[in-house]
């Protein structure tokens, strides 16, 4: 069966601090690969997804980036954070090849920015 | 523009006591419509996918329904640990894009 980890579940970081976030997933290739945030009151936010190995979507213009340095790794980043980065940051995967199916997303990572 | 929209935003309810959770969508091609289940500090967890109006899928106590404007999460009643924020998303157009609704907060008493 597949899982997917993320790591570290929580993190409290300082304004203008590097930030870190791993994804990956178990039992399962090639896998479509996604981040979203989820701020308080609203909707999951579509981040940046990858179909592939260096092969990186981003969907909103922001203080963040993503990598793909293997088939089933996904990272998240950024060089300097801001207050607005924090959230509860969520990455999921879903199989390629049965057309329109489900994500499935892994436990979180709570990050505050202080 | 795209839009999902969830109601009501929080539903209490009685252990036992049934009702609907509706998700409205103002889409153009919609692909697939998901049900999620999120608890506090959890990653949300898949429930239902519904592909065409006149779809329904079942799963214990919860009924997922779909027409061409908007879906229904049915619970039959429900019990306290039904407790938990529910999701809907839509697949629009290519199918790495998925619009979530800002979700149904649930709460069962015993």
């Known amino acids: 069966s597949q899982t997917i980890h993320q790591w570290p579940a929580t993190l409290v970081q300082p304004v203008g601090s590097p930030l870190s976030l791993e994804c990956t997933v178990e039992g399962t290739s090639n896998p479509n690969l996604y981040w979203y945030r989820q701020a308080a009151g609203r909707g999951l936010q579509l981040l940046f997804y990858?179909?592939?190995?260096?092969?990186i979507s981003s969907e909103v213009p922001q203080n963040l980036s993503a990598s793909r340095p293997q088939d089933r790794q996904f990272i998240l980043s950024s060089k300097k954070l801001l207050l607005s980065d924090s959230g509860f940051y969520l990455c999921a995967w879903r199989n390629p090849g049965l057309g329109y199916n489900e994500q499935f997303f892994g436990p979180g990572t709570r990050l505050t920015v202080l | 523009e795209d839009q999902v929209t969830q109601s009501p935003e929080a539903l209490r309810l009685q252990e036992g006591e049934s009702s609907s959770l509706n998700c409205s969508y103002t889409?153009?091609?919609?692909?697939?419509l998901f049900w999620y289940r999120q608890d506090p500090g959890k990653g949300p967890e898949f429930l239902f996918t519904?592909?065409?109006a006149g779809e329904e899928k079942e799963k214990e106590r919860l009924k997922a329904t779909l027409t061409k404007k908007e879906s229904f999460l049915h619970i039959t009643a429900p019990k306290p640990e039904d407790s938990a924020t529910y999701l809907c998303?839509?697949?629009?157009?290519?199918?790495?894009?998925?619009?979530f609704g800002t979700g149904t907060k649930l709460q069962v008493i015993p």
């Open positions: 990858s179909v592939g190995i260096g092969q």
């Open positions: 998303a839509v697949v629009v157009g290519g199918y790495q894009k998925v619009t």
């Open positions: 519904l592909y065409s």
């Open positions: 889409v153009s091609g919609l692909r697939g």
